[in-house]
């Protein structure tokens, strides 16, 4: 019989490791990756914390997971300059993809500026009447 229960990521840890390493043997010979990174950058404004951007790094793919400005701070192109950091890590890390999503009422046109094309769409997401925009910068 099967049961099911919740548990905490930990528990499942191990055994997601394992049945991707096989998979990465089974398609590429080898075990391509072992090791996530995140990245964090903070963006400081006469030494104060204005903004930040976070990121997660696996396989040749960069997803920013965050990206945040205070409101007294925008309009100085803080958050250009946090691509562009995130861009220039990538480039040094052979990444071939940069990711990220934003919402209908955030910053669309942002990321369309910043060289970010909308790949999908997904209305009524993560609420009614909101769309979730989800973006691609190929860098290779």
Same mark, same amino acid.
């Given at each position: ?31 391509? &990756? ?52 995130? &861009? ?53």
């Amino acid at each position: 019989m099967i049961e099911m229960k919740r548990v905490g990521m930990e528990t499942l840890d191990s055994m997601v490791e394992k049945v991707f390493a096989e998979q990465d043997i089974d398609h590429f010979g080898s075990i391509v &990756e072992t090791k996530k990174e995140k990245i964090a950058i903070g963006a400081y404004l006469d030494k104060k914390l204005v903004g930040g951007i976070v990121a997660d790094k696996e396989y040749q793919t960069i997803h920013v997971s965050l990206l945040v400005i205070t409101q007294d701070a925008r309009g100085l192109s803080i958050g250009s300059k946090m691509l562009q950091e995130i &861009e220039t890590i990538a480039k040094e890390k052979g990444i071939i993809h940069i990711t990220l999503t934003t919402r209908s009422y955030q910053a669309v046109d942002f990321y369309k500026k910043n060289g970010y094309t909308v790949f999908a769409t997904l209305e009524d997401m993560p609420i009614e009447g909101v769309t979730k925009h989800y973006f691609d910068k190929r860098l290779k």
